[in-house]
């Protein structure tokens, strides 16, 4: 029954190719059934390409995203979803620079949905333009309703880490203590590294003691964070671990305290 109402669909597509968004709203949906969805697109692209069929078939086909988006781009040039989604792409394998790029030009269509706007801006402070970057992140920040508080908050205090602004770093850390108390656990990650940003910071301001204190705290956040056994965040831990562990050492043995530092 089920190849049935799939083929009857197909052929409701053959005859009516603008039928797609409904037949894979279907198929994709209630059927679970996203395999014949992508093949029912990849029939009908060939007769009505349009940007937003090659959006749909990049959800539909993951594997296949990055060419399917660039189809939708030959098609519409601005098409300011094809954009976003190319660039969350090249953002997630690590090329910051081309996907500077692509969330620039979605801009030039339109203000940019929170989300994008945060990766725009985290982006940036990543790739050290800092200042552009906080622009994105304060609007982010600015709105009340806005989902990412706690992980822009973490974005501009790293940003004026990188410029060794000490007071802007300590503030934002410190608002990143804030968000989390306002929704515990939610950012348990966040305020790992912001434990770890402001203990660094304390250091090269010369206040051993207040470093020590923060790292401790650090500390037993990190312990947490791999307690909870947070997915996709493995290297990234392990960086801010070794961060923590190594400058609490350094911190204890310019206070003269071996032992600890043992």
Request: hydrophobic letters at 45%; one cysteine or more.
């Amino acid at each position: 029954e089920v190849q049935l109402l799939v083929d009857f669909l197909r052929d409701l597509c053959i005859a009516s190719p603008w039928a797609w968004r409904g037949v894979c709203d279907i198929l994709d949906g209630p059927l679970g059934l996203p395999h014949d969805a992508a093949a029912i697109l990849t029939g009908v692209h060939a007769r009505s390409p349009s940007s937003e069929l090659y959006c749909r078939l990049a959800q539909l086909q993951p594997q296949h995203a990055t060419h399917w988006l660039e189809q939708a781009l030959e098609v519409e040039p601005s098409s300011a979803a094809a954009l976003v989604a190319l660039a969350d792409l090249r953002r997630g394998r690590g090329e910051l620079g081309e996907a500077i790029r692509l969330y620039k030009a979605a801009a030039k269509q339109g203000p940019l949905p929170v989300q994008p706007r945060f990766y725009l801006g985290e982006a940036l402070v990543h790739h050290g333009h800092g200042a552009e970057g906080r622009q994105h992140l304060f609007v982010v920040l600015r709105d009340p309703e806005a989902p990412y508080h706690i992980h822009s908050a973490l974005a501009v205090a790293l940003s004026y880490a990188i410029e060794q602004n000490h007071e802007e770093t300590l503030r934002y850390c410190r608002r990143v203590d804030e968000l989390d108390r306002a929704s515990p656990g939610m950012g348990l990650e966040h305020l790992h590294i912001a434990r770890a940003l402001e203990g660094l910071t304390r250091l090269r301001m010369g206040a051993l003691e207040e470093c020590v204190h923060v790292l401790r705290r650090a500390s037993k956040v990190a312990l947490a964070v791999r307690g909870a056994e947070l997915e996709d965040e493995g290297q990234s831990r392990l960086y801010w671990d070794e961060l923590i562990w190594s400058t609490l050492i350094h911190a204890e043995a310019l206070q003269g305290d071996s032992e600890a530092a043992e």
